[in-house]
């Protein structure tokens, strides 16, 4: 594998960093996964916006817009088509004289910029969700939940409880609202509708498969999502950029709906790969 590590390209083993850069002492970067279909990337427009966005709120400082050029060269130096990309941007190592543990820097640092790709399947496999089982979890994350920020222990962590409960996932809720996956978005499906918590309701992620299932023909309305609407809910989805679409079977021990993978799930996967191959196009 050739991974990206500040303006070069190389073999994985021989990528090293210093072990003093903030990415590694504080989690003190943001970072991107894309996908790539057939050697198209997808939604690469929403992933330089949102990257930009985590880059200014953090401080830090480096172009967004060299995703661009970033990203092909990985898939081509790979030879990959249907890939997941990861992007990662830190702020660096301190320098000479600079001190090692100050929060506020002491001087101006050069960003470590790290990316790398792997093998993903094919659109035409997303189109049977997945199913899932999942636990809720009292959200104890911070406040900023639309940073994509590297500083993940917290996801870490429910997912580990989940897994301790033989739950696949953890559902971020707080105060009496949901929030989201680990990994993902949340989508409930009621009455022959779809609903995902607004931005504006919880601190979540604005994921880039949420705004392309909200820009297509899913018919998904983004509101405040109650916990007890999440546990009365019809059908209960997860979507993210290697997730797509999954279906949450069981939720703290109790079947959704029949138990099984319902209509919803899959009309919101089949529209997603449509909102996809037109965004592609």
Avoid at 243 to 270: F, K, N, S, Y
Wanted: glycine residues 10%; charged residues 20%.
């Amino acid at each position: 594998m050739l991974v990206y590590l500040n303006g070069s390209l190389l073999p994985a083993e021989r990528a090293t960093v210093s072990a003093f850069d903030r990415g590694f002492v504080f989690g003190d970067g943001v970072y991107e996964g894309l996908r790539a279909f057939d050697g198209r990337v997808r939604a690469m427009d929403h992933h330089v916006a949102r990257l930009a966005g985590g880059l200014r709120d953090m401080r830090l400082d480096w172009d967004a817009a060299q995703l661009r050029q970033i990203v092909p060269m990985l898939l081509d130096a790979n030879q990959l088509g249907d890939a997941f990309i990861y992007v990662q941007v830190t702020r660096g190592a301190p320098g000479a004289g600079q001190s090692w543990r100050a929060r506020v820097p002491d001087g101006p640092m050069v960003p470590t910029v790290f990316a790398f790709c792997v093998p993903a399947p094919p659109l035409e496999q997303s189109l049977e969700p997945a199913a899932r089982t999942a636990m809720t979890i009292e959200d104890f994350r911070w406040r900023r939940g639309h940073i994509k920020s590297i500083s993940l222990g917290a996801n870490v962590m429910a997912a580990l409880m989940a897994a301790e409960q033989h739950d696949d996932d953890a559902i971020f809720v707080r105060d009496g609202l949901v929030g989201e996956g680990t990994a993902t978005n949340v989508v409930i499906a009621y009455d022959g509708r779809l609903a995902t918590p607004a931005l504006e309701g919880a601190s979540i992620l604005p994921g880039v498969t949420r705004a392309l299932a909200l820009a297509g023909r899913a018919g998904i309305e983004a509101r405040p999502v109650t916990v007890a609407e999440l546990r009365h809910a019809d059908e209960v989805l997860l979507i993210g950029t290697l997730t797509m679409v999954a279906a949450v079977v069981r939720l703290d021990g109790a079947p959704v709906g029949d138990g099984r993978v319902g209509p919803m799930a899959r009309h919101l996967a089949h529209a997603l790969a449509a909102a996809i191959r037109e965004q592609l196009a």
